[in-house]
């Protein structure tokens, strides 16, 4: 069975940049045909897609975040990690990881990470 585990600091300073990490286990990050998703919610609002890695390596970005994120992978780890930049007020949220069998997550989610709170404050 396929588990995923966000990781990272839980409180991060305004401006710097907030460094998170997902593990999978259960399964490897190249196996096909899967993409492998941070998504986000902040207080009172909607899911919202932050980018994702396929299988093959390739990145998927091209989201209101993309100027301020960096997606990567580290296949010997099985994981990959998410780097946001500039951090505002409006970036505390709770963070999750999430496999999908679509490059679109709308389509569905198969595996979802219990996620991570993280709240922006000096």
């Known amino acids: 069975q396929v588990q995923l585990q966000e990781s990272g600091p839980g409180l991060v300073k305004p401006s710097q940049t907030l460094s998170l990490t997902c593990t999978v286990s259960?399964?490897?990050?190249?196996?096909?045909?899967?993409?492998w998703n941070w998504i986000r919610q902040p207080p009172g609002k909607g899911l919202g897609w932050m980018g994702s890695?396929?299988?093959?390596?390739?990145?998927h970005d091209r989201s209101p975040l993309k100027s301020r994120t960096a997606l990567a992978r580290n296949t010997s780890k099985t994981q990959f990690p998410l780097q946001l930049s500039s951090v505002t007020p409006e970036d505390p949220a709770e963070y999750y990881c999430?496999?999908?069998?679509?490059?679109?997550?709308?389509?569905?989610?198969?595996?979802w990470g219990k996620g991570t709170l993280v709240t922006v404050s000096s």
């Open positions: 999430a496999r999908a069998p679509y490059r679109d997550p709308y389509y569905g989610i198969d595996h």
């Open positions: 890695i396929a299988w093959s390596g390739k990145i």
């Open positions: 259960g399964g490897s990050i190249t196996t096909d045909y899967y993409y």
